[in-house]
């Protein structure tokens, strides 16, 4: 019932309206504001000033009477009211508090409706309300004008509402909002037929779908007439998403058969083949040509019978599935053994026999082997449909049926009758109190159902589900059990069981990733998509989908992707570069297929990291780019070596021919040109050997503190004697404040850097000049060399240090070289821990420079050095030396520099002989050449050494390598010297070695 008239008696026209406001908002349309009108109307609630209830007090208790009426008096203070405290159930005090007040209203006038609807539902009696209140499923009251008056727990529950929230509102609108009346309205229909209505209807409830089975039921009064409709509720969403997943699961299936590489044939009980997958093309069908078809056709004739009465076995249900041995014929005519697994299905309203054939061609070789040697069991299975026994309470057996006997293989009732349960029970496997208690509620009428180990006479156990109920035999009140044998279902769901956690951990364990996508967010990942990308699977599916994908390919994937969705024919595989989370791009593999998920279109997605692969094709591209580069600038290389080979040794030759004939003047001069022309033969040799040793080890750095200076100083000088018919000034740009300064580093090799920047500026500058200097900045020095000469192309400013490379300019014939001075001059800077630069201009020069971390730094005072190029030694006259050399010339150059400065010089032509020697002579020194006939110089210095270990012998050789070095220290040998020998290096170590 509808509360809607209050009366109110207040003299301040601001607090009556204020109060008015708040009656309104709780659904009040009518204010009496005399005594009679208020007796008349009996009021849903009385609101006074304090000094009014005198003379309404006995009015106010008459109405009182009958049901709960909320009194509210007005006042400042409570205890000033002289009135009868009955009256007044609460008060307002003043001032006003808007919020106070309103609250206290709507709490009174809630407790006012609920006992009102208590009242309007006394007619159909106190049990009435108890069971509607704790009915299981939501329900509502409602009245013939569609108004709800009543709901009970579990609709509140359903809706999230409060009652007084539902109650006046029309039925229709507690579901989906709805404005008006629906077509399928259950209280609009009992209304109409003046029956029991009952419907399906689908609601929306916190976003989910949900289905329910709506029942109304009418109330009648006395007179037969409808006074109220209460409509129930029962939710069955589970079993209609059941039922979708049905529907989904056929689709799934029709999916599997078609894409299976098995043979898949479904025919009715006449042999008619009603579908057939694609692989009876591998036999020579077509599709067509196999439809509407029997399938004994394609058996082969003696095994067609056979076939028939085994398929009429299964259709017939005297077996549940079949499995055997068939021949199949191609269309030529050719005979394939197959394995028939066969079962039957319900598919599209029909039941067909699904058979699935594997062609076993290749294993019949290897069953003929075993055929000979062992014969094949048959296990024949035995299916009884329902086995029933009585059984009195304490579970006795008091009678049994044939399928009974046969289910537990005994061959008369004699041997179950009167017996236990027991003799039935796999008591290893069964709990007999639970099945006590099921034998109990069943004799109390409840029937029970529960899945029961059952032992065979021969002691096997085996499942079984048995229902059991109360019942009557002979007048005797019993228990009958049905059973049936769950074997196979029970097999079959364990092996689902299996297969699902196969399946399970296949998807988990694959290494590649994998993904569902329904078009709007991702509904699965497994642990190796997330290791490809980087995220975790709560950041996966927390990101846009599509950012995963590289930018280049985003557009191209989503539009196709949308399109699989729409169910248009796209590629299933393609490719993509994937964005991992540290930003990283990775090379992807995608196959996808669209599927249905959760009764939606979707995406299932495969994705194999292939970066590994995609970079090692690109670096092999590179690599094989670069080898061919480096061929051709080999190919370059060796042609310019041949002319830079040939021209020092053609002045070599020639002028050693010219030699015989020439005058003293003109022998001096062929002198000069054949030393300097071995001089540029012999660094030839150098740069190719040094970046020999370059490209295949690091170098040892030799640091010690050298004059800066004093090294531009010697480069310019070196460079300005040998350039002196060259129009250009070659000058040093040394600080004037660092004159004085020695720096910690490998002078050597900043010396040869220099040398070889300085002779490419000299080689391509035909006039103005070339600077060599460097200056120190911020702990680092800096070597520059710049020039005025033809400058370097800016698409050749970074080949010009690969190995062999001239630039186009310097392949002309009037600049020589071979192309690695820039190269070995790169790899030494790497080496230091320093860095080259370079800046040129086309046609106004180049600028090259190189940076070294600084060390350490010192100032010195300025010495004198000593000009002479050799020095004079004493004491040699006492001196006895053995040369080891097999080469006559190379000899005769120790004999030149050494006959007449020591007591004896003796020779050895291999290194036997000079064992033997030593042992004949007390030798000072020993020069030992390594590579010698008969017995090398290490075998040698070896048996020499084991005998004088303080004899010094110094190695001379051609071989250049660190490996080498090492063979010959390890041979024992005190020092090696490099061939072509060095004049003042041997004087120098012979004085170090043969007198202290």
Known sequence: MKVTT?????????????????????????????????????????????????????????????????????????????????????????????????????????????????????????????????????????????????????????????????????????????????????????????????????????????????????????????????????????????????????????????????????????????????????????LEEILNTSILNYVVRDKAKQTAKLLDDLFNGKVNSLSFENDILTKEDRVVPMISNDVLIYFEGEQLDLSVLKDISSLKKIEKQLRDNSETLTNIFNNSVVAIYVQEKDGTFLDVN?????????????????????????????DLEEVKKYMELAFKGEAQSFMFWGKRVDGTSFPKYVTIEKGSYYGKDVVFAYAIDITDWHATQKQLEEREENYRAIVENIHDGLYIYNGKELNFVNDQLCEIIGFSKEEMFQKDVWNFFHPEDRERIKKNTFARLAGKNIPVVFSSKIITKSGDTKYGEFMVRRITYQGKPAIMGAVRDVTENVMSKQQLIEAKDKAEENSRLKSAFLNNMNHELRTPMNAIMGFSELMDKADPDQKTQFAGIIRNSAKQLLSLMDDVLYLSRLQSERLPIKNNYFSPCQVVNDIVKMFTVSNQNKNINIVAGNPDNLRNVEIYADESKIRQIITNFTSNAVKHTFEGSVEVGFFI????????????????????????????????????????????????????????????????????????????????????????????????????????????????????????????????????????????????????????????????????????????????????????????????????????????????????????????
Not at 416 to 430: A, V
Not at 827 to 856: A, H, M, T
Not at 920 to 930: A, G, P, Q, R, S
């Open 6 to 286: 209050a009366f109110i008696k207040i003299k301040n026209i601001g607090t009556r309206a204020l109060l008015m406001q708040i009656l309104t908002d709780n659904n009040i349309t009518e204010f009496v504001t005399d005594e009679e009108g208020l007796f008349n109307n009996k009021a849903d609630i009385i609101i006074a000033d304090s000094n009014y209830f005198p003379q309404l007090c006995k009015t106010i208790k008459k109405l009182k009477e009958t049901n709960f009426l909320p009194v509210l008096a007005i006042t400042d203070e409570k205890n000033s009211i002289d009135v009868q405290n009955e009256c007044i159930t609460d008060f307002l005090e003043t001032p006003i508090n808007k919020q106070v007040w309103a609250h206290r209203i709507n709490t009174f006038l809630s407790i006012r409706r609920k006992e009102l609807d208590k009242a309007d539902f006394e007619p159909f009696g106190q049990l009435f309300d108890s069971l509607f209140m704790a009915f299981p499923c939501p329900a509502h009251m409602v009245d013939t004008k569609l108004n709800i008056v009543r709901t009970n727990k579990k609709l509140l529950e359903l809706t999230g509402k409060k009652q007084e929230d539902i109650v006046g509102k029309k039925c229709y609108e507690i579901y989906q909002n709805r404005k008006q009346v629906c077509d399928n309205c259950t209280v609009k229909k009992v209304l109409e037929v003046n029956t029991t209505v009952h419907e399906e209807d689908v609601h929306i409830f916190a976003g989910d779908k949900r289905y329910f089975e709506k029942s109304a039921y009418p109330l009648y009064n006395e007179n037969k007439e409808i006074v109220y409709v209460v409509e129930t509720a029962k939710e069955v969403t589970e079993k209609v998403n059941k039922q979708l997943l049905i529907e989904q699961g056929e689709e799934n299936f029709r999916k599997f058969i078609e894409e299976s590489s098995d043979l898949i044939i479904l025919f009715n009980k006449k042999g008619i083949i009603r579908f057939v997958n694609k692989q009876v093309e591998k036999y020579g069908y077509t």
């Open 777 to 996: 900045e911020d702990k680092t020095v800096e070597y520059y060399v710049k020039d005025t000469g033809i400058g370097i192309p800016k698409d050749e400013q970074t080949k010009i240090f690969e190995t062999f490379y001239r630039g186009r300019q310097s392949t002309s014939a009037a600049i020589r070289g071979t192309g690695l001075g820039l190269s070995i001059a790169q790899q030494i800077v790497e080496q230091l821990d320093g860095e080259i630069n370079l800046s040129s201009d086309l046609g106004r020069g180049s600028y090259f420079s190189f940076s070294l971390p600084l060390r350490g730094m010192k100032t010195v005072q300025t010495q004198k050095t000593d000009s002479s190029s050799e020095k004079t030694f004493k004491g040699w006259e006492n001196i006895i030396v053995l040369v080891a050399e097999d080469d006559s010339n190379n000899f005769f150059f120790y004999e030149a520099i050494l006959k007449k400065k020591i007591k004896q010089l003796d020779h050895a032509w291999n290194g036997r002989d000079a064992v033997a020697m030593t042992k004949k002579n007390n030798y000072d020194l020993i020069f030992m050449d390594i590579k010698m006939p008969i017995m090398d110089g290490l075998e040698a210095t070896r048996i020499i050494k084991a005998e004088f270990p303080d004899l010094p012998v110094i190695a001379q050789t051609a071989y250049t390598s660190s490996e080498e070095r090492k063979s010959i220290m390890d041979a024992g040998c005190d020092e090696y010297i490099s061939k072509p020998v060095n004049k003042q290096k041997l004087l120098n170590i012979l004085q170090r070695y043969a007198l202290g």
């Open 402 to 430: 044939r399928a009974a006997m046969a289910m537990y293989g005994y061959k008369s009732k004699d041997q179950l009758i009167g017996k236990n349960p027991s003799i039935i029970s796999d008591n290893t496997k069964n």
